[in-house]
């Protein structure tokens, strides 16, 4: 973790940022509503994301609410935003905890954001999902109160490879990385499928955080004979990236992480997609399996809201309707402690957004089953690789 953060998190905990065990265990809960909170990018290019996961959150909280709530406390949702900045976020989960006083979080942003904000969190004892982010620091060792709900990256990335390095057999790779963990995670992936499949990797690129233009990488990758690419950018990068191999005419398949796979970015690609793979554990908007779920959404969402879905909303709803059934397991004086225990208990939860949610004692990730997925020009989606 960035040393920098990690201080300033110390330091707010030593200034005063410190819980009681009884008022931990009430906080956020009151006759009539249950207060939960997220922290995540509401504003800039990561909004994308962090808007979509948030709609998700507030078509769960209106769904239960329409329900009659929990044991008859309707659910309220505070968001923050940390416009993606980790200093924000620590800002934010020090607001939404200690004067907020929510019971729980349904999201802490993304990897360096949770990272930063960590030794708050964990401290608390607050009941926290994360759906955006799974690195590996959630989960391992086990946190008792954190449970991340998706795949870890490295994982993704490995399964992602080995697909397409069976699909494409032969192939001479490359590799194009971010300069930050989540880059890290994406080349521990790949590298783990090149040592285990033997594969000819001819170009490995590290880019700065940040970073727009990508000619320079495309054309080493041009020049070392890559006939196959691992584009590790988040999303903007990613869509570049495709972009200039189509101008200089490059026809590679080119593996993406499950970020990028939201309407948006395949829309932007464009004609450039037409050789993009990914694999994701969230069901397809199309499919028939997420027909109940684009219903409730036609439902508690607004037209305007509506527009702005994407995969983030499926985990987004996926965690929240993981939460309130822990909470609701805890009967009617729900706890901390108590919806922590639930939530390790949660198994094979369906909830019509992705392959069901499981977590153990032992195992806060919920990896739910990958599907191997290719970029549709045509539709501006994706579509199963069978």
């Known amino acids: 973790m960035n040393r920098r953060l990690t201080s300033l998190a110390i330091g707010l905990l030593a200034a005063g940022f410190t819980f009681h065990a009884a008022a931990q265990q009430q906080q956020g809960i009151s006759d009539t509503e249950i207060v939960i909170g997220d922290i995540l990018p509401l504003t800039g290019p990561p909004a994308l994301l962090g808007v979509a996961h948030n709609l998700g959150v507030k078509a769960a909280v209106a769904e239960v609410n329409a329900a009659g709530g929990i044991h008859g406390r309707k659910v309220r949702l505070i968001s923050e935003d940390d416009g993606y900045v980790p200093s924000r976020t620590i800002q934010g989960v020090r607001k939404l905890i200690g004067s907020d006083k929510i019971f729980a979080f349904t999201s802490i942003s993304g990897t360096g954001q949770a990272q930063a904000a960590m030794p708050l969190i964990k401290q608390a004892g607050i009941p926290a999902m994360a759906p955006i982010t ?11 109160n954190v449970f991340a709900v998706g795949y870890d990256m490295r994982e993704a990335v490995y399964g992602l490879i080995s697909k397409m390095a069976d699909r494409y057999p032969g192939k001479k790779w490359a590799v194009i990385s971010q300069d930050d963990d989540y880059g890290e995670n994406v080349r521990d992936g790949f590298e783990r499928v090149a040592k285990e499949k033997n594969l000819q990797v001819v170009s490995s690129q590290i880019y700065k955080k940040g970073q727009s233009d990508f000619s320079s990488e495309i054309l080493k990758v041009k020049q070392a004979g890559a006939e196959a690419l691992m584009a590790g950018g988040v999303l903007g990068e990613n869509i570049t990236m495709v972009k200039e191999l189509e101008r200089i005419s490059l026809k590679i398949p080119v593996g993406v992480t499950y970020v990028s796979r939201v309407p948006a970015s395949a829309k932007m690609m464009g004609s450039a997609g037409e050789n993009v793979y990914t694999v994701d554990y969230v069901y397809l908007e199309s499919s028939p399996e997420a027909k109940g779920f684009m219903d409730k959404l036609d439902k508690y969402l607004s037209p305007e809201e509506r527009a702005r879905v994407n995969r983030y909303s499926f985990t987004g709803y996926a965690a929240a309707r993981a939460l309130f ?7 009617k004086s729900p706890t901390w402690d108590c919806t922590n225990a639930e939530l390790a208990k949660v198994t094979n ?13 032992e195992n806060h990730l919920a990896a739910p089953k990958l599907f191997f997925l290719k970029a549709d020009p045509a539709s501006a989606t994706y579509k199963i690789v069978q």
């Open 134 to 144: 799974t690195y590996e620091g959630l989960y391992k060792p086990v946190i008792k």
């Open 325 to 331: 059934t822990a909470i609701d397991h805890c009967g």
């Open 349 to 361: 939860l369906e909830t019509g957004a992705m392959t069901p949610i499981s977590f153990t004692a």
